[in-house]
């Protein structure tokens, strides 16, 4: 019955008419959205919410780093600094290494680019925090191969990187910001150099998060339900756990 009357809508109706019902029939009708506070072209926070409570973002990656606290253990690299190793691995880390590509910092015990690593030995680590670093980085593959060689064998990488994001002006001014990832990019960059079996990838986000995070929105203001719905084609944060081959 429906489809007999839309084909005879479809021969009887003239086209801006068959429009026009069409847009009356969507809801929210076409053109009665209401965009409330975020109808602006500057984002809410354009510091990832951190002045508004947890950046979204880093609310999945604390997750993810929590549920393979085991991990974290032993002698465990993080880039920039070691906050993640202390606050995940505590009494399990034996040493902590932090690697900065340009600056000689306080904490970081190794300067250098991922991408040569030729100053970093191989079979070195147990386990690398390679968090939100791999879209600042443009050989991302050459970055990825580091870190398979300095992994200790059976060594563990917990790797996080974003796929719907604001970029980072800073990095971008400093190192580049080039990419954003999907479970697709993800996979298969790891998989060229880490077996792929060892590999699981996982994403994070729906359409509600990934506009609360385009504009800086905290964790605070969304509903539980709201930020753990995950809808694959609105991936916003990507987490990899890879292992190295023991033999
Ligand atoms: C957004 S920070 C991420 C660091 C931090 N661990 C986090 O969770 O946010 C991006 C980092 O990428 C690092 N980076 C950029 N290019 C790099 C390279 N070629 N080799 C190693 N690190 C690099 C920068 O030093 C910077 O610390």
Known sequence: MKSWLSAFGRRLLPVAIRRKIVRLTRWPPVGRVRFGSLRRLRPISAEWGLDRGKPIDRYFIERFLAQNAADIQGRVLEIGANSYTLAFGGARVTQSD???????????????????????QPDM?????????????????????????TLKPGGVVLATVPGIGKISRYDMERWGYYWGFTTASARRLF????????????????????????????????????????DPDFQMLITIRAVKDTA
Do not use: K
């Open 98 to 120: 932090v690697l900065h590509v340009a600056e000689d910092r306080p904490q970081v015990t190794i300067v250098g680019d991922l991408t040569a690593g030729e100053h970093i």
């Open 125 to 149: 680590f147990d386990c690398i925090i390679l968090t939100q670093t791999l879209q600042a980085i443009y050989d991302v593959r050459a970055a990825i191969a580091t870190v398979h060689r």
């Open 191 to 230: 998989e060229e150099a880490f077996r792929p079996a060892n590999v699981q990838v996982e994403a994070y986000g729906n359409v509600l998060t990934s506009i609360s995070f385009l504009h800086g929105l905290a964790v605070e203001e969304l509903r539980a339900g709201e930020l753990e719905a995950v």
